[in-house]
């Protein structure tokens, strides 16, 4: 199991933006996609946001496309996801989470991470 930190939630106003950063230990960080995922109170958690394992492919969901940007950094084990015009109703606490396999492709599918963050807590006041 790879430990997995988030940071970078918070309270911010309808229409702002904040950065969560996913940091992972290790020197096989480079190898292994990347995803955000999110919880919001009384809903199952949905896919954000993947990254490959190069960086090379980015994938979003539907409803953010366009206000939502992951990158990374593989010389500083670390994922950003960049939220702007952010909605009271994505309210949530936001998860990275590594693939089960390295060198895989992409995937938007849960069950393809084994290796989650703890969460940070991301509210967006209307």
């Known amino acids: 199991q790879v430990q997995l930190v988030e940071s970078g939630g918070g309270l911010v106003q309808a229409g702002g933006s904040l950065r969560l950063s996913c940091t992972a230990p290790g020197r096989t960080f480079s190898r292994y996609a990347m995803g955000w995922f999110r919880q919001a109170p009384g809903k199952e958690r949905e896919f954000v946001a993947g990254i490959s394992w190069s960086g090379g492919s980015l994938y979003s969901a539907g409803s953010v496309k366009g206000r939502f940007t992951i990158s990374r950094d593989n010389a500083k084990n670390t994922v950003y996801l960049q939220m702007n015009s952010l909605k009271p109703e994505e309210t949530a606490v936001y998860y990275c989470?590594?693939?089960?396999?390295?060198?895989?492709?992409?995937?938007?599918?849960?069950?393809?991470?084994?290796?989650w963050g703890q969460g940070t807590q991301v509210t967006v006041s209307s």
């Open positions: 989470a590594r693939s089960n396999t390295a060198f895989a492709v992409l995937s938007t599918t849960q069950d393809n991470y084994d290796n």
